[in-house]
């Protein structure tokens, strides 16, 4: 351990790893393809990391290991898993002669094979990010597979800069993970701590010697209530950092805990025989005894997370001085960083000049983030130098709450006018019969959830478009030959109710935000959604209205072309706020019910062009749970009304859609059938129909459609294997409930893969139907 290298005064705990312009993105994908080599990847890897480390020198963080090595090819959990040696049984020749996970490995743990399904994939608390399960069992033997957190960290030193490697740390890497296929039904990940605690011994000795002061363990699955009895959690996280912290020759270690307050943890983690502690104190309070705090952290830094890292709101910095300020007087020692990873925002607002000045003032990207963090470690240091700064960013924060569109009193009048009648539709049994007179759908009716391939042709006409190369209608014509494109194809499989396919879309938020008051979008602000998928949320700022149809014509062309049922496509009201950065200055439930209202017009209108089915997507209503179980049926209560605000105005005959993936969905089974939707499709391929037992289980008696094809991966599912997965959804939920159909919209795969997985899957459902009759 290096004694005289004390924590960096100003930190972040993580930085954008994707490239300022994607260019880890589009390396990962060229590699991929075979247009680049491994060696040219790691190249590429290389100069992201580099250039992270001298920009956040540049913005103030100069300090030995201030700079956060939480770099990634993938995905951190992956990252871990290929550590450690947590590589599924089925997965075994992955492995080369040495027992190393190679970069080919680690990508087909990621994305599967024509042979073998890949890792499962779910939310990472509660953000848009998606994180690889690991699989482990009673037999998985920990080893050290991957040294490639050494050579990171090696790589950018070369070049005078320490940065602080990362790691996840052990209780919240067995949390996350699964029971292997095979596994006893009573056994869980957890149990293997003690042997996966040498593993990550080792490989703290080895950054050691490679130079390094500092490693951050990140233990965010304390901050939230899971199947894990209290006791046995701090237990756990007890045993790991007494093993930990006397493994010999390691780094002085940081444990962080994003996403939430530590609760009854919060003593024994303070605690532990490590040399730092982060916490977030930005969603949570500052602790009621500082006098216990002070003393449980006696020799150690307390990283106080003051700055949002998960929103792009400008920081309140007199605010967050002052949270420092009653720490300091109770005589800890502290450093300043952001309450989560910055991974979850943009890098830079500056580069947003479309924006107007005045909300580009209001926003703080990772850069932006890097500055307020060094502001308020200066703060303590010297008050009175931080004092410009801090008094600047309190005047921009009272000059946005009355600035212009950021309160409407139409749309405040018309959210206080709300009824309980706006809440509801007819019974489902009403609903059910009228729709099936309108519709005459068979038996396992099939159908995709909305987006298909999105070409190079049409994302290069839409930003010849945005360009101005092409007019607005030779874009719309050359968009309604995709349309046509795909109507006929669905045609030619046998689909019995079809989409329009949305070539029109960028994103399945961005789309509507650009159509809707109190939104603004950006060009640069990427953020990682999973592995190389990347997203730019909108930017809430303001009242949201909706001033004209937005997906009307489109929806009106495309059933002119079929006699068959045309899907409306629209995105729910919690998943535009989840995908979006939204306002911070009212309370979610008030933002979410006026996109509900703008989207219940959208309905009205929809139904008055002839459309019968409406699709109302809420992938994210998971996403938004709070961790803490006593704060969840608030949101689930406000979520759930307002869906219902925006689909119950909606007549009896008109058939109201909805889809939701990659959650845990028996924890949300009761918020899904307080929807009230008439069918709901799920993601299921991956975890295998398991959704199928909640909904069993529940009694789900509205239509459901358990995803039967996993398109966030390259491979095609054959007939057999579709086959069988609707013969297990049929063996737990009866037939007339059952729709067939995709994980996921189709955006992100290519037209030769989805036809031959379309195909198959219509040959499965003729298959299943036949044996029903």
């Given at each position: 351990m290096t004694e005289n290298t004390p924590f960096p005064a100003a930190s972040l705990l993580g930085y954008p790893r994707i490239g300022r312009r994607r260019e880890l993105k589009k390396a990962v994908e060229s590699y991929w393809a075979g247009r680049i080599d491994a060696a040219e990847l790691a190249a590429t890897a290389q100069q992201?990391?580099?250039?992270?480390?001298?920009?956040?020198?540049?913005?103030?963080?100069?300090?030995?290991?201030?700079?956060?090595?939480?770099?990634?090819?993938?995905?951190?959990?992956?990252?871990?898993?290929?550590?450690?040696?947590?590589?599924?049984?089925?997965?075994?020749?992955?492995?080369?002669?040495?027992?190393?996970?190679?970069?080919?490995?680690?990508?087909?743990?990621?994305?599967?094979?024509?042979?073998?399904?890949?890792?499962?994939?779910?939310?990472?608390?509660?953000?848009?990010?998606?994180?690889?399960?690991?699989?482990?069992?009673?037999?998985?033997?920990?080893s050290v597979t991957s040294d490639r957190i050494l050579r990171d960290f090696a790589a950018v030193l070369e070049s005078g800069i320490e940065t602080r490697p990362y790691l996840v740390g052990p209780v919240t890497f067995l949390l996350l993970s699964k029971a292997e296929a095979g596994a006893p039904a009573d056994f869980a990940p957890l149990a293997k701590l003690a042997e996966l605690l040498p593993v990550y011994a080792a490989l703290l000795e080895r950054l050691a010697a490679a130079g390094a002061s500092w490693v951050q363990l990140d233990e965010p699955a304390l901050v939230a209530d899971g199947a894990v009895p209290a006791a046995e959690l701090r237990a756990a996280v007890e045993q790991a950092y007494q093993v930990l912290g006397s493994a010999q020759s390691r780094p002085k270690l940081l444990v962080s805990t994003p996403y939430g307050a530590l609760g009854e943890l919060l003593e024994p983690v303070a605690s532990l025989p490590v040399e730092a502690i982060h916490l977030d104190l930005f969603k949570g309070e500052l602790p009621a005894d500082l006098t216990g705090l002070a003393q449980a952290l006696a020799g150690k830094t307390l990283v106080a997370g003051v700055v949002d890292g998960h929103n792009i709101w400008r920081n309140d910095l007199a605010a967050s001085a002052r949270k420092l300020d009653v720490l300091k007087a109770a005589g800890i020692n502290l450093a300043v960083s952001t309450s989560t990873s910055a991974f979850h925002v943009p890098h830079d607002s500056a580069e947003e000049t479309q924006l107007t000045e005045q909300l580009r003032s209001w926003l703080a990207f990772a850069d932006q983030k890097a500055v307020e963090v060094a502001t308020l470690a200066r703060h303590l240091a010297d008050a009175e130098a931080a004092r410009p700064e801090i008094e600047a960013a309190s005047r921009i924060i009272a000059s946005r709450a009355s600035a212009e569109g950021v309160r409407r009193g139409e749309v405040r009048a018309r959210t206080a006018a709300l009824a309980e009648t706006d809440f509801?539709?007819?019974?489902?049994?009403?609903?059910?019969?009228?729709?099936?007179?309108?519709?005459?759908?068979?038996?396992?009716?099939?159908?995709?959830?909305?987006?298909?391939?999105?070409?190079?042709?049409?994302?290069?006409?839409?930003?010849?478009?945005?360009?101005?190369?092409?007019?607005?209608?030779?874009?719309?014509?050359?968009?309604?030959?995709?349309?046509?494109?795909?109507?006929?194809?669905?045609?030619?499989?046998?689909?019995?109710?079809?989409?329009?396919?949305?070539?029109?879309?960028?994103?399945?938020?961005?789309?509507?935000?650009?159509?809707?008051?109190?939104?603004?979008?950006?060009?640069?602000?990427?953020?990682?959604?999973?592995?190389?998928?990347?997203?730019?949320?909108?930017?809430?700022?303001?009242?949201?209205?909706?001033?004209?149809?937005?997906?009307?014509?489109?929806?009106?062309?495309?059933?002119?072309?079929?006699?068959?049922?045309?899907?409306?496509?629209?995105?729910?009201?919690?998943?535009?706020?989840?995908?979006?950065?939204?306002?911070?200055?009212?309370?979610?439930?008030?933002?979410?019910?006026?996109?509900?209202?703008?989207?219940?017009?959208?309905?009205?209108?929809?139904?008055?062009?002839?459309?019968?089915?409406?699709?109302?997507?809420?992938?994210?209503?998971?996403?938004?749970?709070?961790?803490?179980?006593?704060?969840?049926p608030e949101y689930l209560a406000w979520s759930v009304r307002a869906f219902r605000l925006a689909t119950s105005g909606a007549a009896t005959g008109t058939q109201i859609h909805t889809h939701l993936c990659y959650s845990e969905f028996g924890v949300v089974i009761d918020a899904i059938d307080g929807l009230d939707a008439d069918v709901t499709s799920i993601e299921a391929a991956r975890s295998r129909m398991e959704v199928v037992n909640d909904l069993q289980s529940h009694g789900f008696s509205r239509g459901v459609g358990p995803g039967v094809y996993d398109i966030h991966s390259p491979r095609v599912p054959g007939q057999q294997e579709v086959t069988e997965l609707l013969q297990t959804a049929v063996a737990h939920v009866p037939a007339r409930q059952l729709w067939v159909n995709p994980d996921c919209g189709l955006k992100t795969r290519g037209y030769a893969e989805t036809e031959e997985s379309l195909r198959n899957l219509v040959a499965a459902t003729r298959e299943v139907r036949a044996q029903l009759v």
């Open positions: 992201i990391q580099l250039g992270t480390a001298q920009r956040l020198q540049e913005l103030g963080l100069t300090e030995v290991a201030a700079v956060p090595g939480t770099f990634s090819y993938y995905d951190q959990v992956l990252d871990a898993a290929a550590h450690v040696g947590a590589i599924p049984a089925r997965f075994g020749n992955l492995l080369d002669a040495d027992g190393g996970l190679g970069l080919a490995g680690y990508f087909t743990l990621a994305r599967g094979d024509r042979e073998q399904q890949p890792l499962e994939m779910t939310k990472w608390f509660d953000s848009n990010y998606h994180y690889l399960v690991p699989e482990i069992g009673p037999d998985t033997v920990f509801h539709r007819a019974e489902y049994a009403d609903r059910a019969k009228a729709q099936q007179e309108e519709l005459r759908l068979p038996p396992l009716p099939t159908t995709t959830i909305g987006s298909f391939p999105q070409t190079g042709d049409i994302r290069s006409a839409r930003a010849r478009a945005n360009k101005g190369e092409i007019s607005a209608v030779d874009y719309q014509e050359l968009m309604r030959e995709e349309i046509r494109r795909v109507v006929d194809l669905q045609e030619d499989l046998g689909f019995d109710v079809l989409v329009h396919g949305e070539p029109e879309r960028n994103d399945m938020v961005q789309y509507f935000a650009e159509n809707l008051d109190g939104f603004e979008v950006t060009v640069h602000g990427w953020v990682q959604s999973y592995g190389s998928r990347c997203t730019r949320p909108s930017i809430l700022w303001g009242d949201v209205t909706r001033s004209a149809p937005i997906t009307v014509e489109w929806a009106s062309f495309a059933q002119s072309l079929t006699e068959k049922p045309m899907k409306g496509m629209l995105t729910g009201p919690v998943t535009i706020l989840a995908w979006s950065f939204v306002r911070d200055d009212q309370p979610l439930a008030d933002t979410a019910n006026q996109v509900a209202l703008a989207l219940r017009d959208e309905i009205a209108d929809l139904e008055t062009a002839g459309i019968k089915i409406i699709q109302v997507d809420e992938p994210a209503l998971r996403e938004l749970l709070p961790l803490r179980k006593a704060d969840q």
